[in-house]
C-alpha cells in the first residue's frame, strides 16, 4: 500500500503529535459508491478515507479526510479528480487531483447538515450536489473557479441518484424513489438558472395515462338544479398552491418506482424500475416509452423475464444491467424493444456497475463488499477484484511474533488474515456465526472466537493462507462479552453475561481444555490481564458497576500454573473455582469508570464516565475483602475526548492509549501521561473506535471503527530512539520466552483435525442402571442441557457429571426417601379422605395438609398477584366503561332538555314517538333575536317606504310583485303553495319568513335558515306538548286499570277463581329513565353488604320478630281469632265463607234417631237452604260486577288507542311538515355551498393570476435586461469581428516589403490552418459520449490546444526558401494573432447564440404565460356570469295538493319548459267541472235509492219465508217430542233452578258423609292390618325359634331313630300311624278353610250390591 495523502484543514489535533503515527494501510467497505479515477485505478470511500485500488496491481493509495466520516462521493476519470464531502455541521466539498491527491479547492455551500450525492459533468468544470434535511438543495458548481453557478430546492425530496448528461452538460437527472425529473440548466453569459421538468410515469401495469388539468377543466357542464360543475380544488375549499396542484385519491395512480438510470449517446435516459420494466425518456420532451422485451430463447431461466435492475452502465454496443439476481445482463435496444442476453453470473445481487473512461473494463459491486471486473471486448466470466466483507469489523489481533501477519473479524464471523507490511488479505474463512470477541494466542498461532451463543471456535493459522477451524468449545448460554490471553499464552479468560468469567487453558497441546470459572455479583465493565515471569503467576483485574453508588469497583484474582497442573485440587465438582485457588482481593474507587487497566506496580489507570479524564490510582498489597476502603485517584489527566471510551496497554506497559466515541485515538506515555501521538483516524459519525491493540514489538496499531467498516493499521513515523530501544528489548525477551513453546504448540496444532459438528467427541458419561427419569424429575438441571451431549453446554455436561456421582452414590438413600414420600403420601390421602366423612363443623381446610408451605405461600402470592392484576384490569375496564356511560349520557341524555319517548297502545301495535330537543344554546338563541329583530327592523322600513310618495314612484316596479302577493295571501291555499309548506298549521309562525322570491343575498339566506330552524322547533315542540298530554292520559288510564284490577283480584278470590288478570303496564321505551336505573331484581348475584348494613339488618330482622311474638302472645286476638274468626262483626261480603255446622248425631245411622234428633235436622236443612240461596244470589253479584269492571277497562282502554292513532297520523303530517322546512334548508345550505365554491374559485383564480402576473413582471424584466446584455455583446462581438477583418488588412501592410513570389506563399501559408485538436477520449472507438458538446468555459483549454498544434507550423521546415528568419518569425505571430482572434470569435458567437436562445426561452415562457393569464381572464368572466346566474335564479318550492302531479317513476321530471299560470283559470275550470259532477252525482243517487227499494222488497219477501219454514218445523219438533218424568217436572215445576239445587246439596251433603265413613273404615282397617304386621312379626319370629328348636329336634329324633333302629322297629310303626293320622286331619281342615273362604267372598259380593243399591250416587 501507498503513502497515506492527508488533508491538514479542518484538523483537531496539534501537528506534531498528529505527525508521530501514520497510516500504514487502510481495509474495509462501507458503502457501494464505486467509480474510475483513471483507467487503471477505481476509488471508493470507507470510513474516513478513500482508498484507490489499481486493478492491474491490487496496490491501495490512502487518502484521509481529517474532519471526520467521507459523505458523498464522486469522481471523474476524464479530468482525474475526485470530490467528497464531510459530515460535520456546515459541511465542506474537497475536490482533490489524481495521482498527486493534491487539494484543488474546497466548496461552501448552504447545508447545514449533510450532502447525500455529487456528481461531475462528463466534460467541463461542472459538479453538481445535493443536500440532505433540512434544506433538500440542487446545487451547480463551477469547481474551477469555486463559484456557486445555480441551486433550487425540492423541500422533502429525498433523491437516490443525481447525474449529467454526457452528451450535454446542460442536462441533469435526479431520481428518487418515486420519481424522474430533467433538470435543465439554461445559460444567459454569466448567469445560470435550473429549470425543472418532471416526467410523468406510466402506472404498475406499464400504461402512461394522459395528463388531466383539474385546475382548468376541458368544458363547463351547466345543471339548472346543481349548479355549474366547479373543479375538485374549489370543492375541496382550497385557494393557494394547493389548489392548483390538489389530486383526489381517486385520481392518482400508483406509478412505477425507479431504481437505476443512465443516459444515451442520444441524449435519452434510460431508467429501470422496481415492478421490472424498463423505460425510455426523452430528456427534451420529457415524453417515457416502455420498452418490450422479445422472448427469451430457449434455455434462458423464466425469472429473466422481468428481472429488477439496481444498476445499469452504457456503452456503444448497448445497454448494461443487473439486480438481485446477480447476473449481468445486456440489452440489445431497437426502437422500443430490446433482446436480452446473459453475459455473467457472480450470484450475489449487484448494487453498481461503473465503466472505467475507455470502456474497456465493467465494475461489477455487490452487496456483500465483493467487486468483480468483466471485459465487454472480451467476454468471458467476471474476475473477482476486490473481497471484502460488507459486514463491520468487530475485532483484530497481531499473530505471534506479532510483526508479520494480522487477524480480523466482523460481526457476521468472517474471519480475514492480513498481511502486515501492505494489508493484503491472504485468506479469509467464514464461520456463518454471530461473533462476540477475538484474540490471538501468544504461544501458539491459533485464534479465538467468541459468539453470542457462548461458544468458542479455535482457528489454526499456522498456515496464513489457509486457516481452518480445529475446535470449538460450548461453555454456557451466556454470550461471551470479551476474549483475553496473557502475555505467555497459558491462560485464556473469557468474560461473558451475568458476571461469568471463563478460564481456559490456552494451549493447542491441552486442545483448550476449561479449567474452571467464577461468577462476580456485579456487571463486568472491563478486564486486564498482566502477567508475572517471575512468580509464574497471571494477574487478573476486574472492573465492576456497583449499581448502589457512584463509583467503581476492582477484583483482582490470580492464576498460577498449579491450576494447570492439579486442576481438580482447585475447582469444585461443578468447576467453579474454588476462593483460595484465586485469591480474590476487592477495592473501591472514588470515581464510576467504564475501562480500566494494571501495570505491574499495581498501578490502575481507569477511564471515567462522569467527566472527559483519566484517573491514576495505586493499590495497597494487602486484602480489602472485609472492609473495603474507598481509594482516591492520586491523579487526573484531562482527556480532549467525548463519549463513553476504553483503555487500551501496551506490551512493554510504556503506553497507554485511549479510545473514545469521537474516534480521535490517543497514546499517553504511562510514567509521565504526556500526549505522544493522536491520530484521527475514525469519526463520532462512525460510533467511534470499538477496538484497537498494539503489536508485540510495539512497532503497529490496529484499530478499528463501530460502524464505519473500517479497519486500519497505524505506524510509528516519529518515535524517541529510547522508546524504540526499550519496546524492541521487551520484544526480544518476550519471544525468547515464548519461542520454544510457540513451535511445540504449532505442531500439535498442525496435527489437530479439522473441526466438523459431527467431530465433537462424546462425553463419557454413562449412566449406570438408574431410571433416567431420576434425573430428570429436576427441571432446573434437565433444562442446562440437551438430550444430545454434542449440544450441551461445558456447564451442563458437568452438572449432569455431578448428578450422575450423586445419583450413584446415594441410590439406596434416594429409593429410602421414595419410599418414605409414597408412604407419607398415602397417609395424607387416608387423612383427606376420613376429612371427607366428618361433619363440616369438624373438617380441616384443604390447606391444612399441604406439607411445603413455602411453595404454597408462593402459589398464594401468585395467586393474589393474579388476582391483583385481573381487578386492576377489571377496574380500568370499568372506569373506561363508566367515562363511556358518562359521555353517551351527557350528549345523550343529560343534554336533552326533551327526552325521547315513546307513547304505545294497549291492544294495538302501533305507538308514537315524541321529538328529542337538545337545549338552544345562548348563540342561537341570540342569533334568533337578531334576525328577528332584523327582520322588524325591514317591514318597518318597507312601511315607511309605501307611506312615502317619493319612494314609492322608484320602487314601483318592485310593489307590483307585492300587491300581488298579498293578493294572492287572502286565500290561504295560495298561502301555503308560496311558502312552500304547512308548519302555520302544526305551531310554526311563517309570518317571520323571507318571501321565497327575495332571498337574493348571502346574509338574507342565513336569516331565513336561522328562521325555518326555530319554526321545526317550535313545531316539534307543539308536538311534543300535545305528546305529554297523551302520555299522562296513558299513566292516568294505567293507574284507573289497576284500581279497578284490585277490585276484580278481589271479586275473583271470593268466586275462587283461578283467572290471569290483565295488567298493563309501561315499557323501557316509555319510560327510558329505567333503562338508567338498575333494579335489585335485575341483579342476580348476591348483594355484597358491609358490616355495618349487615348489623342493620339483623336489629331489623330482630325487631320484627321480637313483634310477631308480642302478636301472638295477645290474649284479646287469639280469643277473638278462635271465637269468631277476627272479627267482630259479619260482612256481606264474607257471606261465601260462611258454613252452617250439622248437628252431632249426624253420624249416626238415620234409623236411631229420635223425634228431636229429627226435626233438628230438619231445620239444619232448611238454613243450609237458605244459605245456598244467598250464596248463589251473591255470586250472581259478583259476576255481574266483573263483568262491568272488565268492559269498563276495555273500553277506556280502547279510547286511548283510538287517541294514539290519531296523534300517529298527526305526527305523520308533522313529519310531512318538517321535511318541508328542511327541504328548504337544504336547498338554501346548497345554494350557499354552491356560493362558496364560486368564491373560493374566484380567489384560487385571482391568486393564480397574480402569481401568473408575478411571473410575467420577473419574466419581462429579465427579456428586458438579456435583450440589454445581447445588444451590449453583440456590440463586442462586432468589435472582434472588426479587429479580426483588421488582422486581414494589416498582414498585407506588414509584409509589403516582402516579394511578391514569397508574399503569395506567405498569403497560403497564412490562411492554413491545423486540424482541430481532440482529446484521446473522444477518439476512443469505445466511448458512446465521444461526440459530446463542449462547454464554453473549455474555451481556454481549447485554445492552448490549438496553439500546441501551431507550434509544429510554426517549425522552420515550413518556412518558404528565400524568406529571413526574422520575417518568418514576424509572420508566425501574425499568424497566430490571427488565429487567436478568429477563435475569440468563434467562442463569442456561441456565447451570443446561447443568449440569443436563453432570450428566446423567455420569449416563449412569456408568451404561454400570457395564453394562461388570457385563460384566466375567461374563466373569471364565466364564473362571473356564474355567480349572477346564482344570485337571480332561485330554487323556490311550492306546495301542491295531492292529484294535481302525478309522477310515474322516481326520477324528478325537467321542468324547464313549465309555465306559471293564474290560480282562477284552474278554478273556474274546477268549477265547471264540478257542476256537471255534481249533476251525475244526482242522477246515479236517485237510480240507487230506486234500485235499493227493489233489493229491500225481495229481501223483506225473503225473509218471510223463511220464518214460514222455521215455524213449520219447530211444530213437527213439539209433536214428536218425548215427555219424560224430568221434562215434566221442568214444565211444571215453577222453581227448578232452586229445586235441582237442593238435590245437589242433598247429595254433596250424602257424599261428605261417607267419605268421612270411608275414611274411618279405612283407618280401621289400616290399625287392623298393623296390628296383623305386629302379629305376624311375632309369628315369624316364634317361627324361627321353633325353627331352631326342630333342628335340634331333628338332630335327636335321627340319633334316637338310629338308636331305635338299632333297638326296636314296632315302636316306629306306631309313631307313623299317629302321624299318618295328624296329617289327614290337616287336610280336612284346611278343606273347611277353603269352603269358608268362598262363602266370606258371596257375603261380601252381597253386600256391595246392597250398597250400590242403597247409595247408587257411590
Known amino acids: 500500500m501507498e503513502p497515506l495523502a492527508e488533508a491538514s484543514e479542518g484538523c483537531c489535533c496539534s501537528s506534531a503529535e498528529e505527525s508521530a503515527l501514520e497510516v500504514s494501510w487502510v481495509q474495509g467497505f462501507s458503502n457501494k459508491n464505486f467509480s474510475f479515477i483513471d483507467n487503471q485505478t477505481a476509488c471508493y470511500p470507507c470510513g474516513n478515507y478513500i482508498l484507490f485500488l489499481d486493478i492491474e496491481t491490487k496496490k491501495t493509495t490512502v487518502l484521509q479526510c481529517q474532519t471526520g466520516q467521507v459523505g458523498a462521493f464522486a469522481a471523474n476519470g476524464n479530468a482525474q479528480v475526485l470530490a467528497f464531502s464531510d459530515r460535520k455541521l456546515n459541511p465542506i466539498i474537497y475536490i482533490y487531483a489524481f495521482p498527486e491527491l493534491s487539494k484543488l479547492t474546497e466548496l461552501k455551500g448552504n447545508a447545514q447538515l449533510d450532502y447525500t450525492l455529487l456528481a461531475f459533468s462528463f466534460t467541463g468544470p461542472y459538479l453538481a450536489s445535493y443536500s440532505s434535511i433540512p434544506e433538500f438543495i440542487l446545487s451547480i458548481w463551477n469547481w474551477q473557479e469555486n463559484i456557486l453557478l445555480c441551486s433550487e430546492s425540492q423541500p422533502g425530496v429525498t433523491v437516490t441518484s443525481l447525474s449529467f448528461n454526457p452528451m450535454n452538460w446542460q442536462q441533469l437527472c435526479s431520481v428518487n424513489e418515486s420519481s424522474v425529473i430533467v433538470w435543465y440548466i439554461e445559460r444567459n453569459n454569466d448567469e445560470h438558472h435550473l429549470k425543472l421538468n418532471p416526467v410523468k410515469l406510466p402506472d404498475v401495469e406499464g400504461s402512461v395515462s394522459p395528463h388531466k388539468d383539474l385546475f382548468f377543466p ?33 385520481y392518482i395512480k400508483c406509478s412505477v418506482h425507479p431504481t437505476a438510470h443512465c443516459w444515451t449517446a442520444t441524449s435519452q435516459i434510460y431508467v429501470g424500475c422496481k415492478e421490472g420494466n ?130 480480523s473479524v466482523t460481526i457476521s464471523g468472517e474471519v480475514q488474515v492480513w498481511f502486515l507490511e501492505d494489508g493484503t488479505c491472504l485468506s479469509k474463512l467464514n464461520l ?48 461471551v462479552l470479551s476474549l483475553h490471553c496473557d502475555q505467555s499464552g497459558q491462560f485464556l479468560i473469557a468474560r461473558a453475561t451475568e458476571g461469568h468469567i471463563f478460564i481456559l487453558d490456552a494451549r493447542p497441546s491441552k486442545l483448550f481444555q476449561v479449567l474452571g470459572y467464577i461468577v462476580l455479583a456485579d456487571e463486568v465493565l472491563d478486564l486486564s490481564v498482566v502477567s508475572d515471569f517471575k512468580n509464574d503467576l497471571v494477574e487478573v483485574m476486574v472492573l465492576l458497576n456497583v449499581a448502589e453508588v457512584q463509583r467503581a469497583r476492582l477484583e483482582i484474582f490470580f492464576l498460577s500454573s ?150 486500519v493499521c497505524l505506524k510509528w513515523k516519529k518515535m524517541k530512539k529510547i522508546e524504540v530501544e526499550e519496546a524492541a528489548f521487551h520484544w526480544k525477551s518476550l519471544l525468547a520466552i515464548l519461542n520454544k513453546s510457540t513451535l511445540n504448540e504449532n505442531i500439535v496444532l498442525k496435527s489437530v483435525a479439522e473441526f466438523t459438528p459431527e467431530s465433537l467427541p462424546e462425553e463419557k458419561f454413562k449412566e449406570p442402571s438408574l431410571k433416567s427419569t431420576n434425573v430428570e ?98 377496574e380500568m375496564e370499568t372506569l373506561a366503561n363508566h367515562y363511556l356511560q358518562d359521555v353517551i349520557k ?175 303496564a309501561f315499557t323501557d321505551d316509555e319510560i327510558p329513565e329505567q333503562a338508567l336505573m338498575v333494579q335489585d331484581s335485575e341483579i342476580k348475584a348476591e348483594k355484597y353488604l358491609t358490616q355495618e348494613e349487615r348489623e342493620k339488618a339483623e336489629m331489623l330482622a330482630n325487631l320484627e320478630m321480637e313483634r310477631r311474638r308480642a302478636d301472638t302472645d295477645n290474649e284479646r286476638l287469639r280469643a277473638l281469632n278462635d271465637m269468631m274468626g277476627g272479627v267482630l262483626e259479619v260482612k256481606k261480603e264474607d257471606i261465601l265463607k260462611i258454613d252452617i255446622p250439622p248437628p252431632s248425631f249426624i253420624s249416626k245411622p238415620e234409623r236411631i234417631w229420635n223425634d228431636e234428633e229429627k226435626e233438628i235436622f230438619r231445620e239444619y236443612e232448611e238454613k243450609v237452604k237458605q244459605l245456598e240461596e244467598e250464596k248463589e244470589k251473591y255470586r250472581m253479584v259478583l259476576k255481574n260486577k266483573l263483568k262491568k269492571l272488565e268492559a269498563s277497562i276495555q273500553e277506556t282502554t280502547q279510547n286511548f288507542d283510538k287517541t294514539v292513532c290519531k296523534l300517529s297520523e298527526r305526527k305523520v303530517k308533522l313529519e310531512m311538515v318538517i321535511y318541508q322546512e328542511e327541504l328548504k334548508i337544504v336547498n338554501l345550505i346548497y345554494a350557499l355551498l354552491l356560493d362558496e365554491e364560486l368564491d373560493t374559485r374566484e380567489a384560487g383564480l385571482n391568486n393564480f393570476l397574480l402569481k401568473k402576473e408575478k411571473e410575467k413582471v420577473k419574466t419581462a424584466n429579465i427579456i428586458r435586461t ?185 326520477e324528478i321530471p325537467d321542468y324547464s319548459d313549465a309555465v306559471l299560470i293564474n290560480k282562477s283559470v284552474i278554478e273556474e275550470l274546477n268549477c265547471a267541472i264540478m257542476a256537471q259532477g255534481e249533476k251525475k252525482v244526482a242522477s246515479m243517487v236517485e237510480c240507487k235509492d230506486f234500485s235499493k227499494g227493489i233489493f229491500q222488497l225481495e229481501w223483506e219477501h225473503k225473509k218471510m219465508r223463511m220464518q214460514i219454514e222455521d215455524l213449520n218445523q219447530k211444530a213437527r219438533d213439539i209433536v214428536t217430542l218425548n215427555i219424560s218424568k224430568d221434562r215434566q217436572l221442568f214444565l211444571t215445576e215453577l222453581n227448578y233452578n232452586s229445586r235441582i239445587a237442593h238435590r245437589i246439596s242433598v247429595m254433596e251433603q250424602s257424599l261428605g258423609i261417607m267419605d268421612e265413613l270411608h275414611k274411618k273404615n279405612v283407618k280401621r282397617r289400616q290399625k287392623r292390618v298393623k296390628e296383623l304386621e305386629k302379629r305376624i312379626n311375632l309369628k315369624n319370629q316364634a317361627n324361627y325359634e321353633l325353627s331352631l328348636e326342630l333342628k335340634e329336634m331333628l338332630v335327636s329324633v335321627s340319633e334316637r331313630r338310629h338308636i331305635s333302629e338299632a333297638a326296636d322297629t314296632k315302636y316306629a310303626s306306631e309313631i307313623a300311624k299317629q302321624r299318618y293320622q295328624e296329617i289327614l286331619k290337616q287336610k280336612h281342615l284346611r278343606g273347611l278353610v277353603k269352603e269358608q273362604e268362598e262363602q266370606f267372598e258371596i257375603l261380601q259380593a252381597e253386600v256391595q250390591r246392597l250398597r250400590s243399591r242403597t247409595f247408587p250416587i257411590l
Open 562 to 711: 498449579a491450576l494447570i497442573t492439579d486442576n481438580d485440587k482447585y475447582v469444585t465438582e461443578q468447576g467453579m473455582l474454588v476462593a483460595s485457588a484465586i485469591k480474590r482481593e476487592q477495592y473501591d474507587l472514588d470515581y464510576p469508570l467504564s475501562s480500566a487497566v494494571r501495570l505491574k506496580d499495581n498501578t490502575v489507570y481507569g477511564y471515567c464516565t462522569c467527566a472527559p479524564f483519566i484517573c491514576k490510582y495505586h493499590l495497597s498489597e494487602e486484602n480489602m475483602l472485609e472492609e473495603p476502603s474507598v481509594y482516591l485517584s492520586e491523579k487526573r489527566t484531562p482527556s480532549n475526548q467525548f463519549g463513553s471510551g476504553f483503555l487500551c496497554l501496551s506490551p512493554n506497559s510504556r503506553w497507554l492509549a485511549s479510545a473514545a466515541k469521537d474516534g480521535v485515538l490517543f497514546i499517553y506515555h504511562t510514567s509521565t501521561m504526556d500526549i505522544l501521538a493522536q491520530k484521527h483516524c475514525h469519526s463520532y459519525q462512525g460510533g467511534g473506535i470499538r477496538s484497537m491493540v498494539f503489536s508485540l514489538d510495539g512497532n503497529f496499531v490496529l484499530v478499528n471503527g463501530k460502524s464505519d467498516g473500517a479497519l
Open 432 to 479: 456463518d456465526i454471530e461473533a462476540a470477541a477475538m484474540v490471538c494466542c501468544p504461544s501458539s498461532n491459533s485464534v479465538a472466537v467468541g459468539t453470542k451463543k457462548g461458544q468458542i471456535y479455535f482457528l489454526d493459522v499456522t498456515q496464513a493462507e489457509a486457516p481452518r477451524v480445529v475446535h470449538r468449545i460450548f461453555l454456557s448460554t451466556f454470550s
Open 218 to 250: 376541458v368544458s363547463h357542464s351547466e345543471d339548472s338544479y346543481y349548479g355549474p360543475d366547479l373543479p375538485v380544488s374549489a370543492i375541496a375549499g382550497l385557494v393557494g398552491d394547493e389548489a392548483q396542484t390538489f389530486m383526489p385519491r381517486n
Open 890 to 1064: 351527557q350528549e345523550c341524555w343529560d343534554a336533552m332538555c326533551v327526552k325521547g319517548r315513546v307513547v304505545k297502545c294497549f291492544h294495538m301495535a302501533c305507538e308514537v314517538k315524541n321529538y328529542p330537543l337538545k337545549k338552544r344554546s345562548e348563540e342561537e338563541l341570540k342569533s334568533l333575536e337578531k334576525v328577528l329583530q332584523l327582520k322588524k327592523i325591514e317591514t318597518a322600513d318597507l312601511k315607511v317606504q309605501k307611506k312615502d310618495p317619493e319612494i314609492e314612484s322608484e320602487t314601483a316596479l318592485s310593489n307590483k310583485e307585492g300587491e300581488r302577493a298579498e293578493k294572492v295571501m287572502a286565500d290561504d291555499g295560495t298561502l301555503y303553495c308560496l311558502t312552500g309548506s304547512l308548519s302555520s298549521q302544526y305551531g310554526g309562525d311563517t309570518s317571520v319568513l323571507y318571501h321565497q322570491w327575495d332571498l337574493h343575498t348571502r346574509e338574507q339566506k342565513i336569516n331565513q335558515i336561522v328562521l325555518l330552524k326555530d319554526i321545526i322547533y317550535k313545531v316539534k315542540n307543539a308536538f311534543n306538548k300535545e305528546f305529554d298530554i297523551v302520555a299522562q292520559q296513558k299513566k292516568q288510564e294505567i293507574a284507573r286499570v289497576k284500581e279497578r284490577n284490585i277490585r276484580i283480584r278481589e271479586i275473583l278470590a271470593q268466586l275462587d277463581l283461578q283467572v290471569e288478570v290483565w295488567e298493563p
Open 1266 to 1450: 438579456t435583450e440589454s446584455k445581447i445588444e451590449d455583446y453583440a456590440d463586442v462581438y462586432e468589435i472582434a469581428v472588426t479587429e479580426k477583418k483588421d488582422l486581414q488588412c494589416d498582414f498585407t501592410r506588414e509584409f509589403a516589403d516582402v516579394p511578391e513570389d514569397l508574399l503569395d506563399e506567405l498569403t497560403q501559408l497564412y490562411k492554413h490552418r491545423p486540424r482541430t485538436p481532440k482529446r484521446e477520449l473522444l477518439l476512443d472507438t469505445a466511448n458512446p459520449y465521444r461526440d459530446c458538446s463542449v462547454s464554453v468555459e473549455d474555451y481556454t483549454e481549447a485554445l492552448s490546444l490549438l496553439m500546441k498544434a501551431m507550434d509544429e507550423l510554426d517549425s522552420p521546415e515550413h518556412m518558404p526558401d528565400g524568406l529571413d528568419q526574422s520575417v518568418w518569425e514576424r509572420f508566425c505571430l501574425a499568424r497566430r494573432n490571427k488565429i487567436e482572434s478568429e477563435e475569440l470569435v468563434k467562442w463569442k458567437m456561441r456565447t451570443l447564440s446561447e443568449m440569443q436562445a436563453f432570450l428566446q426561452s423567455r420569449m416563449d415562457d412569456n408568451d404561454n404565460i400570457s395564453l394562461e393569464i388570457e385563460e384566466i381572464f375567461q374563466e373569471l368572466t364565466w364564473l362571473h356570469k356564474e355567480k349572477m346566474k346564482l344570485h337571480l335564479n332561485l330554487t323556490i318550492q311550492f306546495l301542491l295538493k295531492q292529484g294535481q302531479v302525478e309522477i310515474e317513476s322516481t
Open 278 to 407: 424498463v423505460l425510455a425518456i426523452d430528456a427534451g420532451t420529457c415524453s417515457v416509452s416502455v420498452l418490450q422485451q422479445k422472448p427469451l430463447p430457449g434455455g434462458k431461466p423464466r425469472d429473466l423475464q422481468k428481472p429488477v435492475l439496481f444498476s445499469m452502465a452504457f456503452c456503444n454496443k448497448g445497454l448494461y444491467a443487473a439486480g438481485s439476481e446477480g447476473i449481468l445482463l445486456f440489452y440489445h435496444i431497437k426502437g422500443r424493444q430490446f433482446e436480452m442476453n446473459v453475459c455473467a453470473d457472480i450470484s450475489q445481487p449487484i448494487s453498481s456497475l461503473i465503466f472505467s473512461p475507455d470502456y474497456t473494463v465493467l465494475l461489477l459491486v455487490t452487496d456483500q463488499g465483493t467487486v468483480y471486473t468483466y471485459k465487454p471486448a472480451r467476454g468471458g466470466e467476471a474476475v473477482k477484484l476486490l473481497d471484502t466483507c460488507s459486514s463491520c469489523f468487530l475485532a483484530a489481533d497481531f499473530l505471534t511474533p506479532g510483526n508479520k501477519y494480522c487477524v
Open 777 to 874: 424429575e429436576n427441571g432446573n438441571i434437565s433444562s442446562l442441557y440437551s438430550a444430545n451431549t454434542r449440544d450441551m453446554t461445558w456447564i451442563g455436561q458437568k452438572i449432569k457429571k455431578v448428578i450422575i456421582e450423586e445419583t450413584q452414590r446415594f441410590g439406596n438413600q434416594k429409593k429410602e426417601l421414595e419410599m418414605g414420600i409414597k408412604k407419607l403420601r398415602k397417609t395424607i390421602q387416608k387423612m383427606m379422605h376420613e376429612n371427607e366423612q366428618v361433619p363440616d363443623t369438624e373438617k380441616l381446610q384443604q390447606q391444612e395438609f399441604n406439607l411445603d408451605m413455602e411453595e404454597q405461600e408462593r402459589l398464594q402470592a401468585e395467586a393474589d398477584q393474579e388476582v391483583a392484576r385481573v381487578r386492576k384490569e377489571m
